[in-house]
T-cell receptor, first 111, second 113 residues
Framework: QKEVEQDPGPLSVPEGAIVSLNCTYSNSAFQYFMWYRQYSRKGPELLMYTYSSGNKEDGRFTAQVDKSSKYISLFIRDSQPSDSATYLCAMSAGSGYALNFGKGTSLLVTP | DAGVTQSPTHLIKTRGQHVTLRCSPISGHKSVSWYQQVLGQGPQFIFQYYEKEERGRGNFPDRFSARQFPNYSSELNVNALLLGDSALYLC????????????FGSGTRLTVV
């Protein structure tokens, strides 16, 4: 079993929809949780970063971490075609530790 | 401001050959990490360097090696290439090695034939 599980999709939604992306993990030592967006043939770009449990909001994006369930989520409100990309969750046991990535979820937002 | 620069962007090598990939971090960043991303998978950690010292190594064979230079740029070397080494190799830099402070480059796409 991989330490980080993420449904690869693809996920297709109409423009304006609310998107929910999720990851589960098995390592209870993970403390730092990140969401990256990766466009085709590009490197990952950090969207959201959360330490420990709780919610964090940044514009149309909301990240949630539930350490008791070992479950993290990213919500995208008012989705746009430009949001079409692969979304990767990543986590680490501490600052300076290596990132453990999920497989990524491919998202397509159709006009 | 220049981001993380990786070279070359693409290359094709034959099985058994050696390859060197290069990375220039963001100015002022002292840590460089290397990740391998196989098609359809998330990136997998290979190495982290901070202030020219190896700080971490992932579960990769000894054919993989790296180093960081006094100007904080870095090289990743892979010997005796296998078909399974075909992947996007990503370099990430951060100010102090903090995992939440990474900025990734666009990667080097390596194809082994």
């Amino acid at each position: 079993q991989k330490e980080v599980e993420q449904d690869p999709g693809p996920l297709s939604v109409p423009e304006g929809a609310i998107v929910s992306l999720n990851c589960t993990y098995s390592n209870s030592a993970f403390q730092y949780f990140m969401w990256y967006r990766q466009y085709s043939r590009k490197g990952p770009e950090l969207l959201m970063y959360t330490y420990s449990s709780g919610n964090k909001e940044d514009g149309r994006f909301t990240a949630q971490v539930d350490k008791s369930s070992k479950y993290i989520s990213l919500f995208i409100r008012d989705s746009q075609p430009s949001d079409s990309a692969t979304y990767l969750c990543a986590m680490s046991a501490g600052s300076g530790y290596a990132l453990n990535f999920g497989k990524g979820t491919s998202l397509l937002v159709t006009p | 401001d220049a981001g993380v620069t990786q070279s070359p962007t693409h290359l094709i090598k034959t099985r058994g050959q050696h390859v060197t990939l290069r990375c220039s971090p963001i100015s002022g960043h002292k840590s460089v990490s290397w990740y391998q991303q196989v098609l359809g998978q998330g990136p997998q950690f290979i190495f982290q360097y901070y202030e020219k010292e190896e700080r971490g190594r992932g579960n990769f064979p000894d054919r993989f090696s790296a180093r960081q230079f006094p100007n904080y740029s870095s090289e990743l070397n892979v010997n005796a290439l296998l078909l399974g080494d075909s992947a996007l190799y990503l370099c990430a830099s951060s100010l102090d090695g903090s995992s939440y402070g990474y900025t990734f480059g666009s990667g080097t796409r390596l194809t082994v034939v």
